[in-house]
C-alpha cells in the first residue's frame, strides 16, 4: 500500500475521530462548568468556547475531508473495493465519500441551523461584557428560551448533533480503512 494512502487513513481518521470527541466536550464537558458561573460570565465563557472552536474546527473538518476524499479516490482504483455491485454502502469507496461529505457538512450546519442560537448568545455577551458579574435576577422576566440559560441549553443539543455527524463520519471512515482494500 503506497505511503500515502497510509498517511491520509491515519490523517482522516485521526482529525475526524478529535475532532468528534473535542465537540461533544464542548457540550457534555465544559457547558455543565459553565452553567455555574453568574449569567453575564456565562455569556462571555460560552463566547469563548465558541471562538475557539470556530478558529479549529473548520480546519480539521476540511483535512478530515480532503484525507477521506483522496482515500475514496483511491479505492475508487481498487475492484474489490466496489464489491462488484452498482451500489453497496458498505464498500469503503462508499464509506469514505460519505465520510469525506458528512464531516465538513457541520460548516453549513453551524452557519444555517445554529446561526440564530449563536447570534442571540453573541448579543447577551456583548450585553453583559460592561455588567457586574453576579448581578441578581438580570434575565428575569424573560422567557427561558430567551435568557442565556436557555440559549446554552439549546446550544448544547445543537453542538452534539455536529459531534454525531463528524463521529459518524469518522467510524464509516475507520470501518472502510480497516476494510481489505
Keep these: 500500500m503506497p505511503s500515502a494512502v497510509r498517511v491520509a487513513q491515519i490523517v482522516g481518521v485521526t482529525a475526524s475521530a478529535w475532532l468528534s470527541g473535542t465537540i461533544a466536550f464542548a457540550s457534555f464537558g465544559v457547558i455543565p462548568a459553565l452553567r455555574l458561573a453568574p449569567t453575564q460570565v456565562q455569556a462571555q465563557q460560552w463566547e469563548k468556547v465558541f471562538w475557539i472552536g470556530a478558529s479549529t474546527a473548520p480546519p480539521l473538518a476540511l483535512m478530515s475531508s480532503l484525507a477521506f476524499g483522496y482515500l475514496a479516490n483511491q479505492a475508487s482504483k481498487?475492484?474489490?473495493?466496489?464489491?462488484?455491485?452498482?451500489?453497496?454502502?458498505?464498500?469503503?469507496?462508499?464509506?469514505?465519500?460519505t465520510s469525506a461529505v458528512i464531516i465538513p457538512a457541520i460548516v453549513p450546519y453551524t452557519l444555517f441551523l445554529m446561526k440564530n442560537t449563536n447570534n442571540k448568545l453573541h448579543a447577551k455577551a456583548a450585553k453583559y461584557r460592561n455588567t457586574i458579574?453576579?448581578?441578581?435576577?438580570?434575565?428575569?422576566?424573560?422567557?427561558?428560551?430567551?435568557?442565556?440559560?436557555?440559549?446554552?441549553?439549546?446550544?448544547?443539543?445543537?453542538?452534539?448533533?455536529?459531534?454525531?455527524?463528524?463521529?459518524?463520519g469518522a467510524a464509516m471512515g475507520l470501518v472502510a480503512v480497516l476494510g481489505n482494500w
Design 78 to 97: 481498487v475492484p474489490q473495493a466496489l464489491s462488484g455491485t452498482a451500489i453497496a454502502p458498505t464498500t469503503p469507496f462508499y464509506l469514505l465519500t
Design 133 to 168: 458579574a453576579g448581578e441578581k435576577n438580570i434575565e428575569a422576566g424573560m422567557p427561558r428560551e430567551e435568557t442565556v440559560e436557555g440559549l446554552v441549553s439549546k446550544w448544547y443539543w445543537l453542538n452534539m448533533l455536529r459531534a454525531v455527524m463528524v463521529g459518524s
